[in-house]
């Protein structure tokens, strides 16, 4: 079965740090580009960053750019995100997504469950 | 970044109905367009794909139509399960960007 699945949220002051991972397993990791997208409580889905099936490629949200940074190590088949300088805005569910083909500019065939990071005093 | 705006925000119609969802792009983004469906507290669910490619395993009555710089999804005929929120994102350019967002209700 494919699956991903996000672990790492949690509760954090203002100003922190948080590491947010992502399993993946039930398909070939490395093939695929791979994303972070967000979304704040009651609001919409906002994309964060991608990062290309190859390690080496990598974009961002201009919210959360010099401030996170995605990154994966195929051999875990693994996905990650450091998120340093959280803003009270940062708060909201973050999900793991599989883009569609090899593309970094996909749609989103798999998603995670979400991890919720709450950034707050 | 290119700016999605869907409309309308909310809709309410009845079981067996045909509704149809704008989304509309700043910019043309050709056909690279993707539609969502999301229930409360569960991830989005990917169901069509550059603009009008159905995904697998998704109902017939969906479908998706338009290039350039306006899209829809319509639902042939609403059913109970279909009520959940309805997000266009475009992929033409990377700054990938969503739509505020449908939510579909049944009357």
Redesign the interface.
């Known amino acids: 079965e494919v699956q991903l699945l996000e672990s790492g949220g949690g509760l954090v002051q203002p100003g922190g740090s948080l590491r947010l991972s992502c399993a993946a397993s039930g398909f070939t990791f490395r093939n695929y580009a791979m994303?972070w997208v967000r979304q704040a409580p009651g609001k919409?889905?906002?994309?964060v960053s991608?990062i290309s099936f190859s390690v080496g490629r990598t974009?961002y949200?201009?919210s959360v750019k010099g401030r996170f940074t995605i990154s994966r190590d195929n051999s875990k088949n693994m996905l990650y995100l450091q998120m340093n300088g959280l803003r009270v805005e940062d708060t909201a569910v973050y999900?793991c997504a599989k883009s569609?083909d090899t593309?970094?500019?996909?749609?989103?065939?798999i998603?995670?469950?979400?991890t919720m990071v709450i950034v707050s005093s | 970044?290119i700016q999605m705006t869907q409309s309308p925000s909310t809709l309410s119609a009845s079981v067996g109905d045909r509704v149809t969802i704008t989304c509309r792009a700043s910019q043309s983004i050709t056909s690279?367009l993707?539609w969502?469906q999301?229930k409360p507290g569960?991830?989005?669910?990917?169901l069509i794909?550059?603009a009008s490619n159905l995904?697998s395993g998704v109902p017939s009555r969906f479908s998706g139509s338009g290039s350039g710089t306006e899209f829809t999804l319509t639902i042939s005929s609403l059913q109970p399960d279909d009520c959940a929120t309805y997000?266009c994102?475009q992929?033409?350019?990377?700054?990938?960007?969503?739509?505020?967002?449908t939510k579909v209700e049944i009357k």
């Open positions: 994303n919409g889905l906002e994309w991608v974009h949200a201009e999900y569609w593309a970094m500019d996909d749609a989103f065939d998603w995670g469950p979400g | 970044d690279w993707a969502y999301q569960k991830a989005p669910k990917l794909y550059k995904e997000y994102q992929y033409n350019t990377l700054g990938l960007t969503f739509g505020g967002g």
